[in-house]
C-alpha cells in the first residue's frame, strides 16, 4: 500500500473514535430519557440515521482505499478519490446532526444539504474509482 493510503486510513481509524463516542452520546439520551430527543421522533431520527451512516461509511472507506492504489490514474486523481472517501463520512453525519441541532428543531434546517454533499462524494469517488479500475 502507499503511503498516502496508509495515512489515508490512519486517519479514518482514528475516526472511529468519533463514531464510538457518538454511539455512547445516542446511548446516555436513551438511558437518561433526555428530553428533546427521545419526545423529538424528527432529531431522535436523524440523529440515529447520522451515527449509522459515520460507521458505515468509514468502514466502506476502509475497505475501497487498497484499491486506489491500484488504479489506472494519475497521482492527483488517486488523491482526489481518497479525499472523495474521507469526505463522505464526514459531511453526511455532520448533515444529519446539525441540521437539528436544537432540542426543538422539528424539522432539519438548511444544513442538512451537507447529508447530500455526503451523498455526491462518496459517489463520485465511487464512480472515479470504478471506471479507473477498469
Avoid at 463522505?88 to 434546517?109: E, Y
Wanted: charged share 10%; proline share 4%.
Amino acid at each position: 500500500m502507499s503511503s498516502a493510503t496508509l495515512t489515508t486510513a490512519g486517519i479514518l481509524l482514528i475516526t472511529v473514535v468519533t463514531v464510538a463516542y457518538g454511539g455512547l452520546t445516542l446511548l446516555m439520551h436513551l438511558a437518561r430519557r433526555k428530553a428533546g430527543y427521545l419526545d423529538n421522533p424528527v432529531r431522535r431520527g436523524l440523529w440515529t440515521a447520522g451515527h449509522a451512516h459515520a460507521g458505515v461509511l468509514v468502514l466502506f472507506a476502509l475497505v475501497v482505499l487498497p484499491y486506489v492504489d491500484h488504479a489506472d490514474a494519475s497521482g492527483g486523481i488517486r488523491t482526489l478519490i481518497r479525499a472523495l472517501f474521507v469526505a463522505a463520512p464526514i459531511l453526511m453525519p455532520l448533515g444529519f446532526f446539525l441540521s437539528v441541532v436544537r432540542p426543538q428543531d422539528t424539522k432539519p434546517n438548511r444544513l442538512i444539504w451537507l447529508a447530500v454533499a455526503g451523498g455526491a462524494s462518496l459517489s463520485a469517488g465511487a464512480l472515479l474509482l470504478g471506471f479507473t479500475l477498469l
